[in-house]
């Protein structure tokens, strides 16, 4: 029981500490053991939920002031990459020629599924993705090229 948790949570202390609990849990109810399994895998079973419960517990205690300050630096630094990166694919979609350009933002922008797409120009669902597949493509080249 204790490789099975230490391979799970990496931990020796937490495994040895969860593997009490795992036989722990198992003494106190030992009565709903039905037999439709082998002993060792219901005793795997009560050794996860007690890791689960453990990683839950330990979640909710990470200390205010460090788990304020790390997301907020992160969630910034974050916001900006990210929106660094949607005005340089924005930039690179309107180099696209059409009808390449129209049907990835009518995909992506949207949301139309490619029969939608394909009652649009009037064309066959095929048509629509592989002109969808073929912009996605010359759209990946071109922010290859720039980097």
């Not at 517990?57 to 900006?80: F, H, M, S, Y």
């Amino acid at each position: 029981m204790y490789r099975f948790l230490l391979s799970l949570c990496g931990d020796a202390a937490l495994a040895e500490e969860l593997t009490s609990e795992t036989f722990y849990q198992a003494y106190l109810h030992i009565d709903r053991f039905r037999g439709e399994c082998r002993p060792e895998t219901w005793l795997c079973q009560i050794a996860k939920n007690a890791l689960y419960r453990e990683n839950k517990r330990t979640k909710r205690t990470v200390p205010w002031e460090q788990n304020d300050r790390a997301t907020e630096e992160a969630g910034i630094l974050e916001q900006l990459v990210k929106k660094e990166q949607a005005l340089n694919i924005y930039r690179h979609i309107h180099e696209l020629d059409d009808p390449y350009k129209e049907v990835f933002m009518l995909r992506i922008l949207g949301e139309l599924k490619f029969k939608e797409i394909s009652a649009v120009y009037g064309k066959t669902e095929s048509w629509a993705k592989v002109t969808f597949y073929r912009a996605k493509n010359k759209l990946i080249e071109l922010m290859e090229d720039m980097e």
